[in-house]
């Protein structure tokens, strides 16, 4: 599927924090940065992630906010 | 100011497109990605953004959505 | 209230999953799809949801990304 | 792709207004429910939509809202 | 209608700059702080929205980040 | 640094909920409103959120949806 959603950055699962409703989920990506997503626990399990999963960061341009420093 | 935003990653704005109430930002972070952010245009005139800025591109947790290949 | 939000569909509550702090709602819309609400418990309890719960889901234009069959 | 993303309902384009920045399009869905997104001018434009393209919606469950009846 | 947007402060409308597709709507809330949404454009016009309008504003639990001084 | 988030507003921490995976936050702000704020548990413990903590209330304004009285 092409879809409008302009970020995806390929990365891979540092670690997966499962609550009853909400997974957090750790991807380090290019550069060594590591990102942190919050997504269902249903996601996570159905997307069987685990430590060392590969996965695709997605996010949409309307969620990306930018900093400048002072 | 130290953040809840768990995603805070450093690039340099490749472009700003301004429309009359929102702007789409590129910015390339490590690894060659070009992220797109949608701001007001009175943030990126705020910011004073244009090519060649330095950024941090800042996304929460919840907002980011995570794909594994088929 | 005459909201912004521009999506707004009605459907029947599925089940309703809780954690400490999140819930995940299931709800059922015309044609049979199954929608997943991320909350707060404490939204979930406030408007009492449970299986049979008739709702509105309520999604802003901004958090509504596209795809097309590549 | 298999995504985190819980909510993906088909549908078919209705109209795509363009700004400098943005797009707003609209999306009729199953029960004959009309949905808005707003993505990049750029997304619209890569995707090529137009009245009558069929796409898939995706709304990532922390973005969905519910509402009950007073 | 009773939502789980947690988030429902009253505000007026300062001013409405109207782009094609969306709309930035600047609202003064309680303490005199000033809040910009960023809606469609046709929400703004459904809406009737102009410097004086009375709204509350509507924000998601999942879409307020925290900030603490360094 | 200076961010293209619109919104900041400073206000106070009344409680602070925590999940496995996610944290719900109350702050109070000016005009005595009470805001919620989900972020990541991590979040809430690198932050040391507790009641009493000063917090700066961080919302992107296409996170901002507005209603008016029918």
Request: no cysteine; proline share 0%.
């Amino acid at each position: 599927m092409k879809m409008s959603l302009r970020n995806q950055v390929t990365g891979t699962v540092k670690s997966v924090t499962k609550g009853e409703a909400m997974a957090a989920v750790k991807v380090e990506i290019a550069g060594g940065h590591v990102l942190t997503s919050s997504i269902t626990r249903e996601s996570a399990e159905d997307l069987q992630l685990r430590e060392g999963s590969e996965v695709t960061v997605l996010v949409k341009s309307t969620d990306v906010a930018l900093g400048v420093a002072d």
